[in-house]
């Protein structure tokens, strides 16, 4: 399904083509400011990282976004211990208001070993991406927000709607800090129209509005069977394994086809969207030949329509050291995905109680529940999505895909209840070579520059001057 982009942008001709020379010659400034940030090791979790370099960080971006035209922008520090950016910049009377949202905190390296270049250090392949962490999570969507601001400056001497910004510092550990700021200071994030620039394209160079964001929870749990491990040519085969239980409970996640079988969690919905090719799929996850896609319908489905359960942690003796012995103690974290539509606090109350159900040999299970974000599901029926749609298929070439994320992003769903009529439109700069979250991150520097324009073209179509 494609975006209709029969609106026509109400812009002449040469100030399109005004708008795209200026994003493209601010493209090596982009680029600069890119390696900039990338060096920064922002991860929000001061267990792995010092707080010191999420607050560099954070000065670095409100350094940028004054210079490209938000004088007032500055750091509050929040509830988590991260620090959001905000800023405001007035536009012309009359003017609507945009807000721009980004985060400048990454996911941890995880094995910095399988990183073919140092993580925090932007390099480009042989391939022409450039590799880093953060740079297409989301800091490579940092800087094309201060491209659109500079070009927009450039061609009209002044931003042609009011802008707000928002950089967020602890997205990727669950941003607590930023829905509590946004609890106490809506404020800051009152617009007309909201891009969330935390996104990206079926592919590179194929123009695509996320449209379907799935909801998050996670659950952990812990099996105890005895309190130290025990020997295993003594007591194995008759002690608990509390190890191999948990196995047990969750082998119960799936059935044979992979579908997700949590009694209570509904797991076969179709998506009725743009497909996403299995032949695709295959080389976006680089599943080893032979490797299975899981369960039936399409990837869209599983990827975009439907629930799933990852584990996404395990407590257990590494195999490096490991002894012969029975273990007594093991855990796990999972991380549930709910499409929109599913209330995700009732999901997750299911989860727990197919677990506890699931849990063999008289092992004693505390099962513990974390914090949950609804789906999201955008209204493309607008006069914003018309005009975005044009914006984007103007600045790829290419016509406009509407598609969906298997992420969550619980800012938009927030967002959505305290300004219900606010335009709030996702995608960005990411694509499925990217490998955000894993190591050897990466973007397509191209798809900065073309992503910037689309952004640009909306702002100066949004103008109520006729620019």
Same mark, same amino acid.
């Given at each position: ?60 971006? *409100? ?26 910049? &007035? ?14 905190? @990454? ?34 969507? *940092? ?31 669950? #941003? ?27 592919? *590179?160079?194929? &123009? ?129 995905? *709910? &499409? ?39 209204? @493309? ?22 598609? #969906? ?14 300004? &219900? ?30 992503? /910037? ?6 702002? /100066? ?7």
């Amino acid at each position: 399904m494609t975006a209709a982009a029969s609106t026509p942008l109400p812009l002449t001709a040469e100030l399109i083509d005004r708008l795209r020379d200026a994003v493209q010659a601010e493209q090596p400034r982009a680029l600069a400011d890119l390696a900039e940030l990338v060096a920064f090791p922002s991860v929000a979790d001061p267990a792995q990282f010092d707080w010191s370099h999420s607050r560099a960080a954070a000065e670095w971006v *409100v350094a940028a976004f004054r210079d490209a035209g938000v004088p007032d922008a500055h750091t509050v520090d929040t509830v988590d211990g991260s620090q959001t950016v905000v800023g405001w910049a &007035p536009g012309p009377e009359g003017a609507p208001t945009v807000l721009l949202y980004s985060h400048y905190d @990454v996911q941890p390296p995880l094995d910095e070993s399988a990183w073919r270049t140092p993580p925090f250090e932007l390099t480009t392949g042989d391939d022409g991406r450039l590799y880093g962490r953060g740079a297409a999570d989301c800091k490579g969507n *940092v800087v094309a927000h201060l491209a659109v601001l500079r070009a927009l400056r450039q061609v009209f001497g002044e931003l042609p709607v009011g802008v707000r910004i928002i950089v967020e510092g602890s997205e990727e550990q669950g #941003g607590a800090g930023l829905a509590d700021h946004l609890a106490r200071h809506p404020e800051d994030f009152a617009a007309d129209t909201i891009i969330i620039l935390d996104s990206g394209n079926v592919g *590179v160079g194929q &123009p695509t509005l996320t449209v379907s964001l799935r909801g998050v929870a996670d659950v952990q749990i812990t099996l105890d069977t005895f309190p130290t491990p025990l020997h295993s040519g003594q007591f194995g085969g008759a002690a608990p394994d509390a190890l191999q239980a948990l196995i047990r409970v969750l082998d119960t996640l799936r059935d044979e086809h992979g579908d997700l079988s949590v009694a209570g969690i509904e797991a076969h919905q179709r998506w009725q969207g743009a497909d996403y090719d299995e032949a695709q799929f295959r080389i976006d996850a680089e599943l080893d030949e032979g490797a299975q896609v899981l369960g039936t319908g399409s990837v869209a489905d599983q990827l975009w329509a439907r629930p799933t359960v990852t584990v996404i942690g395990i407590d257990a003796p590494a195999v490096v050291g490991s002894s012969a012995a029975v273990q007594g103690h093991a855990a796990a974290r999972l991380n549930l995905r *709910v &499409p929109p539509g599913m209330a995700a606090e009732q999901a997750q109350q299911a989860l727990v109680e197919h677990l506890r159900a699931a849990v063999p040999w008289g092992a004693k299970a505390q099962i513990t529940v974390g914090g949950t974000g609804e789906g999201f599901a955008a209204d @493309v029926t607008t006069p914003v999505y018309a005009l975005l749609g044009a914006a984007m298929t103007t600045a790829f070439g290419a016509p406009v895909t509407f598609a #969906g994320s298997g992420g969550a992003i619980p800012l938009t769903n927030a967002l959505h209840e305290r300004f &219900p009529d606010a335009q709030i439109a996702l995608f960005g700069v990411e694509d499925p070579a990217a490998a955000i979250h894993a190591p050897n991150e990466s973007v397509d520097p191209s798809e900065i520059e073309h992503i /910037a324009l689309a952004e640009a073209l909306l702002l /100066a179509a949004l103008s109520p001057s006729g620019h």
